[in-house]
């Protein structure tokens, strides 16, 4: 005669992940709902530094925010502009797609996500003037900014 054991799971009733303790549920659902900071369309930077992430750039001029490089050179360095293009929840958190056309395709750059705390976070910008966001609305991507 077989016997047979009762296993007790709890699940987090945000994300679903399923743990063998009670605490660990608990744990989970207390990181919070998936809120996004951002929605499709608002135009995001993934730096307020007085230096931009990149020296360089090979698209349109008007998605990137020119800096001085530092206090010991003339050149110039570039924060770039995103689209936020979609916003998916994963877990407690929203991934953010992003694209701008500071890039080319061909350099690659163009497109990327990311999320919260673990890899760039997203700085609100303010611009007088609308981009051209043709082609990059709705586009998902899995590399990261
Ligand atoms: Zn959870």
Redesign the pocket.
């Known amino acids: 005669m077989p016997t047979v054991k009762v296993f007790t799971l709890f699940k987090?009733s945000?994300?679903?992940?399923i743990f063998d303790n009670e605490q660990g549920?608990l744990e989970?659902?207390e990181?919070g709902e998936y809120r996004p900071e951002f929605s499709v369309g608002d135009f995001v930077t993934t730096d307020t530094d007085d230096y931009g992430r990149f020296g360089w750039f090979d698209g349109d001029s008007d998605w990137v925010m020119k800096k001085p490089r530092g206090l010991h050179s003339d050149k110039q360095s570039f924060s770039l502009i995103y689209v936020v293009t979609a916003v998916e929840p994963r877990?407690?958190m929203a991934i953010y797609h992003l694209g701008t056309k500071a890039m080319t395709r061909k350099s690659g750059y163009r497109f990327g996500w990311t999320i919260f705390n673990s890899h760039y976070n997203l700085y609100a910008v303010d611009l007088t003037i609308a981009l051209d966001q043709d082609g990059l609305l709705g586009v998902k991507t899995d590399q990261l900014i």
């Not at 945000?14 to 992940?17: E, K, R, S």
Request: charge should be negative; charged fraction near 10%; glycine fraction near 10%.
């Open positions: 987090c945000i994300c679903g992940l549920a989970c659902e990181q877990n407690h």
